[in-house]
């Protein structure tokens, strides 16, 4: 699984709730990425970090912030959650000798 | 801009038949592109890259440049050949634009 854990798994939440998706990795790897995965739109890049404190915004960063305090962290949260959040969540991390990107198992995020 | 096309939405093929899923790219310079590959919602697997030029489950992908393609080909298809297939190209962070995926079914 090269190391990439995301958690929770699933989470079903109500609108205007704030909701933090984790993302932890074991490589100590610089480049971190969070995407959403949606029916007829593939996956779509939300964030990405580069560094411990540095990220930028991805395609559809709209109501959605991340932070990155150490390496193996990168925090994905939703300020207040919506339906159209509804998605799967997958975090990324660029790595190995040939600096392929691997991907974590999803969390399911239900917004209802 | 920098985009990833993927034409058709679902793809069905019996088994043993050849398969071919469209992938067209728009980018200015030397393109890095990948096939990534999801088997029934789990995580999405790297399946090959162009410049590994390597062959992976009998899956090839060649880049055409004048034609800005990297279509996925294999010459048999086996059932469990059935998932999601997503051509990727590399941006310049790093990060990957996907196209919206092809939903392979090979029928028995």
């Known amino acids: 699984d090269a190391g990439i854990t995301q958690s929770p798994r699933h989470k079903v939440t109500e609108t205007g709730t704030p909701v933090t998706l984790r993302c932890h990795q074991t490589?100590?790897?610089?480049?971190m990425y969070w995407y959403r995965q949606d029916p007829g739109h593939g996956l779509r890049l939300i964030h990405y970090?580069?560094?411990?404190?540095?990220?930028d915004k991805g395609e559809v960063s709209d109501g959605y912030s991340v932070s990155r305090s150490k390496t193996e962290d990168f925090l994905l949260t939703l300020e207040s959650a919506t339906s159209s959040q509804t998605s799967v969540y997958f975090c990324?991390?660029?790595?190995?000798?040939?600096?392929?990107?691997?991907f974590g198992s999803g969390t399911q995020l239900s917004v209802l | 801009a920098q985009r990833v096309t993927q034409p058709e939405k679902l793809l069905s093929v019996f088994k043993g038949a050849p398969v071919e899923l469209k992938c067209n790219y728009s980018y200015s310079g030397s393109p890095e592109l990948f096939w990534y590959v999801q088997y029934s919602r789990q995580r999405l697997q790297l399946l090959l890259r162009h410049i590994s030029r390597e062959s992976i489950k009998g899956f090839t992908a060649d880049l055409n440049k004048g034609e800005t393609s990297f279509h996925l080909k294999k010459p048999f298809a086996q059932e469990e050949d059935s998932a999601m297939y997503y051509c990727a190209l590399q941006g310049s962070q790093g990060n990957l634009i996907f196209g919206k995926g092809t939903k392979l079914s090979v029928k028995p």
């Open positions: 970090s580069y560094g411990v404190k540095d990220t």
């Open positions: 490589e100590n790897h610089r480049y």
């Open positions: 990324a991390i660029r790595g190995g000798v040939d600096e392929k990107l691997f």
